[in-house]
């Protein structure tokens, strides 16, 4: 991996507590709020400018602008949620960018897992531990501007989003330089 230890260690010890919020979150309400994302933004402004080289650091918020762009283009669709857009972007700052196929491979499978884990909670008993959670929802018509129109069984993604970029840094912490 490339990226260095160290800064997967300093970004992991703040980055974990706010994907855990997150996904109680968005698991609870299906929603990512601003406060979540700016927290995320400010751990990798102030760990960042001091653990990486000013042009990788100054790169890293173009991964940012692209995953944004990408990203409004489908929530413009109504494929993913605006919430869902704000935190991919962010989450984009925390890669190293010669990781990027490694991370490909880290985000489907963070992606699978989450997908998969929600749907056996959804049709099992289990979700009877919170009842009351959105994310059990099948769908959301009286809400035409949701993922999908509101005709359609969503699923929070940031919940595999912040397993793809913790998991990501936890193997930076114990495979990186």
Not at 80 to 98: E, R, T
């Amino acid at each position: 991996m490339h990226i260095p230890a160290f800064q997967a260690a300093l970004f992991a010890i703040f980055v974990i507590p706010i994907w855990l919020y997150t996904f109680y979150v968005d698991m609870k309400l299906k929603k990512i709020s601003n406060l979540t994302v700016w927290a995320l933004f400010a751990v990798f402004v102030v760990i960042g400018i001091f653990t990486m080289p000013l042009m990788e650091y100054l790169w890293r918020f173009a991964h940012y602008g692209v995953v944004f762009a990408v990203g409004f283009l489908f929530w413009m669709a109504r494929q993913v949620g605006a919430g869902d857009v704000k935190f991919a972007a962010v989450a984009a700052l925390f890669i190293h960018q010669g990781d990027l196929r490694l991370m490909m491979f880290i985000g489907i499978a963070a992606m699978l897992a989450a997908t998969v884990t929600t749907l056996l909670v959804t049709f099992s008993p289990l979700k009877k531990m919170a009842p009351h959670w959105a994310t059990w929802k099948m769908r959301d018509p009286d809400n035409p501007d949701s993922v999908g129109g509101g005709k359609q069984f969503t699923l929070p993604m940031g919940t595999g989003l912040g397993l793809m970029v913790c998991a990501y840094l936890v193997m930076g912490v114990a495979f990186g330089q």
